[in-house]
């Protein structure tokens, strides 16, 4: 059985088909990245996962189990970890009272083990010596390191990452697919969303290729990059953008 | 630890307070009277401020707190009225309406957000208002009101006491009720600030769908917080009503209580125990100040001191310490 399965997926916004009958399924232990232009629906796609959007149609179970009627706070019970791809940590907090949140209330343990499951996870993301610091003063690597931590600490058993890597140096970004790779080997299965395309072919065990709202390939990472069908839409997005 | 050392120092203060008329009253005379009406004020605009802002930590900014106010003053006043039984039954009676009615205004308004939540919030307050105008008046009073025996009757020792001596006992039981009604809506919000659901609140006011995704029920925290911001204020309605003598639907559900409760916490310092009682220290006796200078239209002053304010003190009481105190740290 797979960890997560998607089946038929859509979303609409008004006339829009964000999402269009997609489905996909993502094995345990697995790194999955989901690609494609801008305004793909990639985004859409994880937020329906997370339970922040309502599908149009379709269903979503992780571990056999239907999350599709699931609140985001239920899924992230039921293993379901989530970094935005636009950072938005909780500003008037520090550092560690923000992973707290997680370590409180995504895991559900006691504040002793709460606190120090946050401090393992600051530890693990290099922010330690920043717990005490305002989540308002970060640089903008502090701030996506924050981002995965937060989730790390909710005890995902499946991790969605949206473009951890966008606006990082390329060192940066190094020490990041470092810190996936690590989180991955503890047991987390792991689906990002990546422009990046070196940091899509050092990472990810399969890759999903989206356009338009649809799925128009899938495959590892040479398989799809051959694709004609996935070629023609990154060139067509060149031309629209020239 | 922080938690003991607040709840020792707490403790002092209830000491402080509970001799505090006998000290008034040795030294200030007759003079103490009117001194403890302030303080019965101030103490009152406290645990209104106060358990706003239990409410306002979790992102709503409520404009009902006078129905939480009226439902205690008026369920009190009804049980009075309509039975023999104890008057103090009426204090968690009080705190027991004002819940209900908080979980039933919570639970709508679980989805709305700024400007509709404080239009619904509102509405709400007005709605319940002309419920209990259209009542029977055989059992809420109508648009008259009810009249309410008061919780203490000083005994009148003709010859031997003055009449001061005993407004002085009356507002000396009552003080010592509201002090101590406060000092259990502090306790409250310590035990709030130093528990984990402070994390969940403010989790939710800055972000409520981050706050979801890292596994926050947004919903139940928010219901928990209307209930534990309306007890609080549901007893004080239930303890004024008595001190007042009377309900009635203008006096009890009075837009006034709302704006009180929301700016006293603004003017304070907002999310903290100390800075609502700050403010209500800082705004009772400003008004207080105001009254005895310019008797006639001091309210005008009132507003203009409270407009300044806020224009120059965003963050309220609390802001400005923290600002004097880093100054102070910056320049050692
Ligand atoms: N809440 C919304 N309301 C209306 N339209 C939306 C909403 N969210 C996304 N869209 C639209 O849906 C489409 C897919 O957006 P989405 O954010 O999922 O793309 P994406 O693949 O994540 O793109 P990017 O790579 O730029 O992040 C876009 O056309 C976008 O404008
Ligand atoms: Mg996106």
């Known amino acids: 059985m797979s960890l997560l399965k998607v089946s038929r997926l859509s979303k609409q916004f008004g006339g829009l088909n964000a999402v269009q009958n997609l489905s996909f399924s993502v094995e345990e232990g697995m790194i999955f990245a989901i690609i494609g232009p801008n305004g793909a629906g990639k985004t859409t796609t994880l937020n329906m996962l997370s339970g922040l959007l309502t599908p149009t ?55 002793q083990l709460a606190l120090n499951q946050t401090h393992a996870v600051l530890e693990q993301t290099g922010l330690l010596r920043l717990k005490d610091t305002s989540a308002d003063d970060l640089t903008l690597l502090q701030e996506k390191r924050l981002e ?37 080997t503890s047991g987390v299965t792991i689906i990002f969303i990546e422009h990046v395309m070196p940091v899509v072919r050092d990472l990810a065990d399969q890759v999903l290729v989206m356009d ?21 839409a990154y060139l067509g997005t060149d031309e629209d953008a020239a | ?39 019965i004020n101030a103490t009152s605009l406290a645990i209104l401020a106060l358990s706003w802002d239990i409410l306002a930590r979790t992102g709503q900014l409520s404009l009902a707190h006078a129905a939480f106010f009226g439902a205690g003053a008026y369920s009190t006043a009804i049980l009075v009225k309509q039975t023999d039984v104890s008057l103090w039954l009426g204090l968690p009676l009080a705190a027991l309406s004002a819940v209900l009615l908080a979980l039933l205004l919570g639970s709508v308004t679980l989805q709305l957000r700024g400007i509709y939540f404080a239009i619904a919030t509102l509405s709400f307050a007005e709605v319940l208002k002309a419920v209990i105008q259209k009542l029977p008046s055989s059992l809420a009073g109508g648009a008259a009101g009810i009249n309410v025996e008061p919780l203490f009757r000083p005994q009148f020792i003709a010859g031997e006491m003055e009449r001061w001596e005993i407004a002085f006992l009356r507002n000396e039981s009552y003080f010592l009720l509201y002090a101590g009604l406060l000092l259990a809506t502090i306790v409250l919000s310590l035990l709030i600030e130093s528990s984990s659901l402070s994390y969940a609140f403010s989790a939710i006011r800055t972000n409520e769908e981050v706050a979801a995704v890292m596994g926050v029920k947004a919903a139940r925290f928010k219901l928990l917080a209307f209930v534990l911001s309306s007890m609080p204020v549901g007893i004080l309605g239930a303890i004024q009503a008595h001190r007042i003598g009377s309900v009635s639907p203008d006096e009890t559900f009075n837009v006034g209580t709302t704006v009180l ?17 700050l403010g209500a220290l800082g705004l009772a006796s400003i008004e207080e100040f105001l009254r005895r200078t310019f008797s006639e239209g001091y309210l005008i002053g009132y507003g203009i001191v409270l407009v300044l304010s806020i224009l120059f003190m965003p963050k309220g009481i609390m802001g400005l310490l923290r600002s004097l105190r880093k100054a102070q740290r910056e320049s050692l």
Do not use: W
């Open chain 1, 57 to 111: 149609s379709g269903t979503i179970a992780l571990n056999g189990q239907d999350i599709t009627q699931l609140t985001a706070a239920a899924r992230c019970h039921l293993g379901l970890g989530r970094a935005f791809q636009v950072v938005q940590p909780f500003p008037e907090m520090t550092v560690e009272e923000n992973v707290m949140v997680g370590a409180l209330f995504g895991a559900r343990q006691s504040k």
């Open chain 2, 1 to 39: 630890m922080k938690l003991r050392m607040n709840l020792v120092l707490l403790a002092l203060a209830a000491v402080l307070l509970f001799f505090l008329p006998d000290l008034l009253k040795l030294f200030f005379d007759k003079a103490s009277v009117s001194y403890l009406s302030l303080l």
């Open chain 1, 212 to 232: 338009y709202g649809t799925p128009i390939a899938e495959g590892s990472y040479h398989e799809v990059t051959q694709n004609p069908q996935v070629i023609q």
């Open chain 1, 148 to 184: 995965i931590a937060r989730a790390l600490a909710t005890h995902p058993s499946l991790l969605l990452l949206d473009e951890v890597m966008a606006g990082l140096r390329p060192k940066e970004a190094q020490e990041a697919v470092e810190l996936i790779k690590t989180v991955n």
């Open chain 2, 261 to 277: 409760a929301l700016v006293t916490p603004i003017f304070g310092g907002l999310y903290t125990s100390l800075g609502p009682i």
